[in-house]
């Protein structure tokens, strides 16, 4: 696609839940981050992946936290048994390498936890 | 640990008024400094680039400059359209991946 695409583009859950986020890279950018905005707060790093492999995974607050890139394109980034203090917005980026390329994101997904 | 400050906070301005947004930072070896902006329920969108000391570029409106400390995002008779969050992020020798942001300055053009 043309830019950086994800899904679902709000997402309310319970605490307790599970929730998966899904990130669609620009094509042929073979490196992908995920982020997340609080309310407040500037953008912070979770996650890097170049190609399938995640060299940094030290951003990620907890071990509720997992992604996952598959094919080298699509990633998921999956929280188990949410908080309310997850409630954020998670936003993906990708990059055409690692080496500080610019970096274009996506729309994000706002995630509420009730 | 890199470290990103923004000011002001907000800044709302008259149509036609320029200004300036400030951006400081403190980075171990900087890889580039990247200027985004941010409307609101969208995800960041890419302006500018810099990379050393000195370099200056140009968008429309919008003039982005680099010195060793802090780097300005100049905005020359702005128009409403103009109003979102500029965010400001460094890359660094440290991490050849990961960028550092600022919480933003979020502008409000009145016509």
């Known amino acids: 696609g043309a830019g950086v695409s994800q899904s679902p583009s709000n997402k309310v859950t319970e605490k307790g839940k599970d929730v998966e986020l899904r990130c669609d890279p620009i094509?042929?950018?073979?490196?992908l981050y995920w982020y997340r905005q609080s309310l407040g707060q500037g953008l912070e790093f979770l996650i890097y992946?170049?190609?399938?492999?995640?060299?940094?995974k030290s951003g990620l607050p907890s071990d509720r936290f997992s992604a996952e890139r598959t094919g080298g394109s699509v990633s998921t980034l999956t929280i188990q048994r949410t908080q309310q203090e997850d409630s954020a917005v998670y936003l993906c980026a990708s990059s055409r390498d690692r080496s500080q390329e610019t970096q274009y994101f996506g729309p994000g997904t706002r995630l509420l936890v009730l | 640990e890199d470290q990103v400050t923004q000011s002001p906070e907000a800044l709302r301005l008259q149509e036609g008024e320029s200004s300036s947004l400030n951006c400081s930072y403190t980075?171990?070896?900087?890889?580039?400094l990247f200027w985004y902006r941010q409307d609101p329920g969208k995800g960041p969108e890419f302006l500018f680039t810099?990379?050393?000391a000195g370099e200056e570029k140009e968008k429309e409106r919008l003039k982005a400059t680099l010195t060793k400390k802090e780097s300005f995002l100049h905005i020359t008779a702005p128009k409403p359209e103009d109003s979102a969050t500029y965010l400001c992020?460094?890359?660094?020798?440290?991490?050849?991946?990961?960028?550092?942001f600022g919480k933003g300055t979020l502008l409000t053009v009145n016509p």
């Open positions: 980075v171990s070896g900087l890889r580039g």
């Open positions: 094509s042929g950018h073979t490196a």
């Open positions: 992946f170049q190609g399938n492999s995640a060299p940094d």
């Open positions: 992020a460094v890359g660094s020798g440290g991490s050849n991946y990961k960028l550092t």
């Open positions: 810099l990379y050393s």
